[in-house]
């Protein structure tokens, strides 16, 4: 038996449109990530990006359990002494509600150029618009 190892020029990309009205951040981000990786599709090779790209719209009505909204923060670091800043997760989804989208499946991708990769077939909006409608992507509906 040999293991199909997929080529970058066999692997056809699709488009995939997901509302995030109703959806738990963690659970949509899973999902997400998985279709960025490709492992939903026999032909997943780990060091080929196989993966498809995902529109995701309504951004602003995901949902929290507990009590993430105040508790959770986002730290980011200047690298100079007293350079850190920290967000919660309510003022980030008032202020950018795609960023906290984008940081949950962000740390679900390898930390590596193919992750970097993957990262940029996302495409987040706030709202119900998106500009890739000459794309054609198809409707997912992601399981709760």
């Known amino acids: 038996m040999v293991s ?49 790209f995902v ?11 507990g009590k993430k909204l105040t508790d959770k923060m986002y730290h980011q670091h ?13 003022k980030l989804l008032k202020e950018k509600p795609e960023r906290a989208i984008e940081k949950a499946v962000w740390g679900m991708l390898p930390r590596n150029t193919l992750g970097r990769k993957m990262i940029t077939k996302l495409k987040v909006y706030a709202g119900a618009e998106h500009p890739h409608q000459a794309q054609q992507p198809k409707a997912l509906k992601v399981k709760e």
Do not use: C
Not at 7 to 20: F, L, P, R
Not at 55 to 65: D, F, G
Not at 78 to 90: M, N, R, V, W
């Open 4 to 52: 199909y190892m997929a080529k970058s020029e066999d692997v056809k990309k699709e488009w995939w449109v997901i509302d995030a009205s109703n959806q738990t951040l963690g659970r949509l981000a899973s999902n997400i990530a998985t279709i960025l990786r490709g492992k939903n599709k026999p032909i997943y090779t780990p060091n080929v990006d196989t993966g498809d």
């Open 78 to 90: 200047s690298g100079y002494p007293g350079g850190l800043k920290s967000t919660s997760l309510e």
């Open 55 to 65: 529109v995701v719209v309504n951004a602003e009505k995901i949902t929290l359990t």
